[in-house]
Each structure stands twice: as structure tokens, then as C-alpha cells.
């Protein structure tokens, strides 16, 4: 049981780091990945999810007014103001992102929608920041329409 015990913490951190799970949502992902329904351990992972989740918050306690993440926000919106399209944890892949990137522009109007370009990261350039990594933004441009050419 060690094994899955390390992989269940494994799973935690990067949901608490995410920062986009509640605590049950985070138990209910563990318990389906790892234990598979295992009642056995749901009193463990409650316990573990609890303290990690306590620690995680009083770490927040301690960080400056703006961070990263608020800054990477404000950059997002004003690429949208300027018609890109911008998403957060945007697939699993490049590749997941790039065909969310298409859906969302076709929910928009497709050629017809005035985004000019995209920029997005997915979940594996994320993982890629918990350990201090940089973060791996994909970007590129839309073509543009023979109405914006003129």
C-alpha cells in the first residue's frame, strides 16, 4: 500500500499547487485514481488532504499582495482586450491546447470572430513550474481574413 500512498501524495501536491480543487474535489480524484474505492483508505487520504491543505494556506499567508499568478492574469486579459484568445491550464498537451484553442475560436465565429491570435500553457507546462521550473506559454497567430487585410 506504499506505493499507492506515494502516489496519492504525489497527486496532492499538484492539486493543492494548482490551486484549482476544493479539498473534496481533491479526495474524490485520489480515491478514484488511486484507491479505486477503497474505503479502506478514504480516514488516511481525509487526514492527509486535511493537514496538506492547512499547511498550504498558512504558506499563502505569507506571500506578497501581487504574485505570479495574479500577474499572469492581468496579462491574459489584456491580450484579450487586444483579440487573442487566452486560456489557463488549457488541455494536458500542446497539442489538447491547441485543439481547445480552435474549439473556443469556432465557439466565437471561427474567421469571423476578430481574434487575431492565441496564447495559452497546459496542464504539463504547469507541473512544470511546482519544482521552480519556468512557465512554457504556446502562442501563435490566427490568419487573418480578407476583412482585416483591407
Known amino acids: 500500500m506504499s506505493e499507492e500512498r506515494d502516489w496519492a501524495r504525489e497527486i496532492l501536491r499538484s492539486c493543492l499547487l494548482s490551486g484549482y480543487y476544493t479539498r473534496e474535489e481533491i479526495i474524490e ?27 498550504k494556506r498558512a504558506e499563502e499567508s505569507t506571500w506578497p499582495a501581487t504574485t505570479d499568478c495574479d500577474r499572469l492574469d492581468a496579462l491574459f486579459l489584456a491580450l484579450e482586450t487586444d483579440r487573442i484568445l487566452t486560456r489557463h491550464r488549457c488541455g494536458l498537451t500542446i497539442q489538447d491546447g491547441r485543439d481547445v484553442i480552435e474549439s473556443l475560436r469556432e465557439e466565437r465565429g ?13 496542464l504539463q507546462d504547469m507541473e512544470g513550474c511546482f519544482d521552480g521550473g519556468s512557465l512554457f506559454l504556446a502562442f501563435g497567430g490566427f490568419p487573418p481574413t480578407a476583412k482585416q487585410c483591407l
Open 29 to 55: 480524484i485520489i480515491a478514484d485514481e488511486v484507491f479505486e474505492g477503497d474505503e479502506g483508505e478514504e480516514q488516511w487520504l481525509r487526514r492527509i488532504v486535511r493537514r496538506e491543505w492547512q499547511r
Open 110 to 122: 471561427g474567421e469571423n470572430s476578430g481574434l487575431r491570435g492565441y496564447c495559452f500553457y497546459h
